[in-house]
Nanobody, 114 residues
Framework: QVQLVESGGGLVQAGGSLRLSCVAS????????MGWYRQAPGKQRELVAT???????NYADSMKGRVTISRDDAKNTVYLQMGSLKPEDTGVYYC????????WGQGTQVTVSS
């Protein structure tokens, strides 16, 4: 069974940086799309960034220029490098991969203090 494990979240001051990682295991086929989503308290889950199997990326307008998504297929891993973090970036960040259907991780908490 496919399992996703996110890591790299934590507490950071405004203006700081974090790198999130998501490692997939148990997949029998190569991962198609990979992405990161976040959910702030009281808000809907929203797109942060996605990356296709060919490397095409898409970013939320609110985070363009501050985040970079990348993938390492040999390691079944997707990364999210975040910089210039703002308090409004606080939330639970979820990894999602697609292999014929979507699989979600449990999420990792990111807290940005002012």
């Amino acid at each position: 069974q496919v399992q996703l494990v996110e890591s790299g979240g934590g507490l950071v001051q405004a203006g700081g940086s974090l790198r999130l990682s998501c490692v997939a295991s148990g997949n029998k086929f190569r991962i198609d799309a990979m992405g990161w989503y976040r959910q702030a308290p009281g808000k809907q889950r929203e797109l942060v960034a996605t990356i296709s199997r060919t490397g095409t990326t898409n970013y939320a307008d609110s985070m363009k220029g501050r985040v970079t998504i990348s993938r390492d297929d040999a390691k079944n891993t997707v990364y999210l490098q975040m910089g210039s973090l703002k308090p409004e970036d606080t939330g639970v960040y979820y990894c999602k991969i697609t292999i014929y259907r979507d699989y979600w991780g449990q999420g990792t908490q990111v807290t940005v203090s002012s």
